[in-house]
């Protein structure tokens, strides 16, 4: 590809976050540097302070940050045997919406992404 038209590509991410303000700043400062210049985050209810960390990076790059109100079941600090038991209740009790959703929905997570 022509230098010139690969300086003048713009590279963006979308992703979900929850309860990451620990890594935050770190991830998205690896992806500036590896070319990302535009980043679209959505906050799913989060339990720390995510946007305000967001908000406050010094980053060659746009963050667009939506937080959003909770939605569904969320099993934060849930053990792993006992989250595979709730996600099996989950998908029994949304079996209908999933189906006729048509989206590969495994869990509430999954669900509201």
Request: with cysteine; aromatic share 8%; net charge negative.
């Amino acid at each position: 590809m022509d230098p010139a038209r690969l300086a003048r590509l713009s590279f963006t991410i979308v992703t979900m976050s929850r309860g990451d303000e620990r890594r935050l700043a770190e991830w998205v400062g690896c992806h500036c540097q590896l070319g990302f210049d535009e980043f679209h985050v959505v906050l799913d209810n989060p339990p720390d302070e995510s946007e305000r960390v967001l908000r406050e990076l010094d980053v060659p790059a746009t963050i667009t940050v939506e937080t959003r109100g909770p939605v569904g079941d969320y099993y934060d600090g849930v053990p792993a045997d006992q989250r595979a038991q709730l996600d099996a209740r989950w998908m029994e009790e949304h079996a209908a919406e999933v189906e006729a959703s048509g989206m590969p929905t495994c869990d509430a997570l999954s669900w509201r992404q």
